[in-house]
């Protein structure tokens, strides 16, 4: 079983940065093998993709259009840790943030939920 536990959420100010993380663990879990993704829900909305970071030696990384250019998807393998700073915060910005593993190794990130393990998510919130 994997567990995925974000911190980090809370309250800004439009135009602020916080930084999310997701420490992870399990017993057959090797965190460096698997792609990382952040997903979020806003009320009344579906959950959508954020970012992903890839397993491979390059950390590829890939945005929605709608955070390209102020959020910035990392990882520490060394710490099975992985963060998503957010920075220029917009009030569309507020959702609860996921924090997602793909299931099996050497895969990219994909939209397919069935293919993740979960955390519980944490509140992001941005005050205009």
């Known amino acids: 079983q994997v567990q995925l536990v974000e911190s980090g959420g809370g309250l800004a100010q439009a135009g602020g940065s916080l930084r999310v993380s997701c420490a992870a663990s399990?017993?057959?879990?090797?965190?460096?093998?698997?792609?990382m993704a952040w997903f979020r829900q806003a009320p009344g909305k579906e959950r959508e993709f954020v970012a992903a970071?890839?397993?491979?030696?390059?950390?590829?990384?890939y945005y929605a259009d709608s955070v390209k250019g102020r959020f910035t998807i990392s990882r520490d393998n060394a710490k099975n840790t992985l963060y998503l700073q957010m920075n220029s915060l917009k009030p569309e910005d507020t959702a609860v943030y996921y924090c997602?593993?793909?299931?099996?190794?050497?895969?990219?990130?994909?939209?397919?939920?069935?293919?993740?393990?979960w955390g519980q998510g944490t509140q992001v919130t941005v005050s205009s």
């Open positions: 399990g017993r057959t879990f090797t965190f460096s093998t698997h792609t």
């Open positions: 997602a593993a793909v299931r099996r190794s050497y895969i990219s990130y994909n939209l397919n939920s069935d293919d993740y393990y």
């Open positions: 970071i890839s397993w491979n030696r390059y950390n590829t990384a």
